[in-house]
């Protein structure tokens, strides 16, 4: 089963059944549990890799399982390690950069419908 | 900082800041990143611990960061490990039972606002 396939609403999302997308630069991205008004999904960073500056209309938290990251919220800049949580208000500007390799659970609201059709808004 | 007195919109929430309440029954929670439309949280479970079967208007998933569950959602029940994830429709009944000890990261939409001040709906 590949994620592009996946429909909202399934209630069990068994990791092992499920594609990891590598996104390219020492990134991938694997799409867990989600329905219209809620979506999460796993990353996985190289040390180095960067999540570039960008924004959407989603509200966002970024819980950081394992590794170290430099985040940016607004005009905000931290260091995050595992256990912390970054919360993103919609239509901010937020970035990401990895210290240590590690993961990250992303959760957005509502549901990020273009990680499914790749070109939808 | 304990997390009755959190107000949503932080954007950072560092672990070793934030209090870690004891639910009872080998269960304890940990407030993490929140606005108006999404809540984070992390949850302990000792072996044995049961959250019992519930329903609210929030949809959830819920990660499973460490240990192993039987996690009930309506009328299906599956074991899930490391990597797994939940989705719960809102209004319907989902429950969780610790088979190994272990962490689960809890995502709502929109944030639970009963967590923040109990007793509110």
Known sequence: MTSRTRQPGDAFT???????????????????????????CRL??????????????????????????TARVGSTVREVGAGDCVYITPDTD??????DAGSL???FSPMRADFLNPGEA
């Open 94 to 99: 937020h970035g990401i950069s990895c210290i």
């Open 14 to 40: 068994h990791a092992a059944d499920v594609a990891i997308e590598d996104l390219g630069g020492g990134i991938r991205r694997q799409i867990l549990g989600f329905g219209a008004t809620i979506m999460s």
């Open 44 to 69: 996985w960073f190289d040390s180095g890799a960067v999540g570039t500056v960008h924004q959407h209309p989603h509200a966002q938290t970024t819980y950081i399982e394992s590794g170290r990251f």
């Open 105 to 107: 659970i992303d959760n």
